[in-house]
Every structure is written in structure tokens, then in C-alpha cells.
């Protein structure tokens, strides 16, 4: 099955740094979402994108929807030690949801 | 308000046992949806159900797994004579009609 091309795989920074992820497909979405996961969790959303162009916000959080509807970003400012976790991007198409690889996010004390 | 309960957290099976999965949907939610995913993978999509339908099976595999959601009663993801390949953390979602899901936090299957 497709899945989707994200990077970085993983990411160690410190604590207050920003962090950006992004997304490719060679298909199109019509919505796209941005998931976190801790070990032993299933996956939680943190935000949802339903517009080409689209950029929103959830406190330190900011994702855009990619004008060829192919392409998504993640921002986290500020980062802090609960940030840590698998982040995924999803793009939805009707009812199915395709999962990207994943970012792993580590805080350097 | 209790979110998605799926059921047991975790589950060992010998290879050729049966394994069943159970996902108890959000209240007033009537569709599920179950995805498998493998060590240091994402989310696979397996199969999209409502109430006594199944909707989109495509990616469950030919053989040896089934899913249904009964009238009454949790949604069951069934694996039939389970091979070590099957070892995987299932999730359920479900969602009502805005398409929006809600995770379950799996079940982890591991087959010795």
C-alpha cells in the first residue's frame, strides 16, 4: 500500500529549539492531518487541514496544507519536554486515512 | 464520555491459533475502521465498516482475516491460523458521518 514520504525520520534538538516536518505524495488529499504517538498509544490528532493553502494553528503548533494538495508541513515552536513522540502527517481521501513514515521527536536535556 | 475501547491491550498467540480483536466504537459513532502497524512503521489502512456492512476491505489481506460490526456488540478483527507476519499493533478508529476519527490505543499481537 502508498505510503507517504516524510522527513526527517527523526530529529534530536533541544529544549526551546522550533521543529519543522513535512510531507510529499505523489497523490492528492483532500484533507490532511498531523498525528502525535507515544509508546503504548494510538495515535492522537493534533491538527486537521481541509483547504489547499490553508495554514492553521493549535498553540505552538502550525500546519499548512500544500497548494498542489500533495505536500504538507509541521511546526512546533518552542519546544518542550512533552513533545517528545512519533509525529505523523495522514492524508485522507474519502474515508481512507494513508500514513506517512513518521518523525521521531527526541529532547536533548 | 469514554473514548475508543479496543480490547485486550495485549494478546500473545502460538502460530495456527485464532486471534480476535475487539473495538468498541465512541458512543454515537457508527463507523469503524482498523489499521495495522508494523515496528518503526505508520498506520495501514485495513478495512472500513459501518453497522453490518463492510464498506472498503481493500486493504485487508485475501486469507485468514475478517472484520465485521454487529448490530450489537464491538466490531471484531479476526485472524484465523496467525503466522508470525502477523505480529502488529491494531488499531481501531471510529468516527461519526464528518469523517473525523478517534483512535483507540491498540492491541498489540504477538505471535511466538
Known amino acids: 500500500g502508498q505510503q507517504l514520504n516524510q522527513s526527517p525520520q527523526s530529529m534530536f534538538i533541544q529544549e526551546g529549539e522550533d521543529v519543522s516536518m513535512n510531507c510529499t505524495s505523489s497523490s492528492i488529499f483532500n484533507t490532511w492531518l498531523w498525528y502525535k504517538q507515544e509508546p503504548g498509544e494510538g495515535p492522537v490528532l493534533l491538527i486537521a487541514l481541509y483547504k489547499a493553502g490553508e495554514l492553521t494553528s493549535n498553540g505552538r503548533l502550525t500546519a499548512q496544507f500544500g497548494i498542489t494538495r500533495k505536500d504538507s508541513f509541521l511546526n512546533i515552536s518552542a519546544s518542550i519536554p512533552s513533545d517528545v513522540g512519533i509525529y505523523f502527517c495522514a492524508g485522507q481521501w474519502d474515508e481512507k486515512l494513508t500514513f506517512g513514515t513518521g518523525t521521531r521527536l527526541t529532547i536533548i536535556p | 464520555n469514554a473514548g475508543v475501547m479496543q480490547n485486550p491491550r495485549h494478546l500473545v498467540r502460538r502460530r495456527g491459533q485464532e486471534a480476535r480483536l475487539r473495538c468498541s466504537p465512541m458512543k454515537g459513532h457508527s463507523h469503524v475502521y482498523w489499521y495495522r502497524q508494523l515496528p518503526e512503521e505508520g498506520l495501514k489502512f485495513m478495512v472500513y465498516?459501518?453497522?453490518?456492512?463492510?464498506?472498503?476491505e481493500s486493504g485487508m489481506p485475501k486469507e485468514r482475516f475478517s472484520a465485521e460490526f454487529p448490530k450489537e456488540g464491538p466490531s471484531i478483527l479476526r485472524i484465523q491460523q496467525v503466522v508470525r507476519g502477523d505480529s502488529a499493533a491494531y488499531f481501531c478508529?471510529?468516527?461519526?458521518?464528518?469523517?473525523?476519527?478517534?483512535f483507540g490505543s491498540g492491541t498489540r499481537l504477538t505471535v511466538v
Open positions: 465498516l459501518q453497522k453490518e456492512n463492510i464498506i472498503d
Open positions: 478508529a471510529s468516527s461519526p458521518r464528518d469523517r473525523s476519527y478517534t
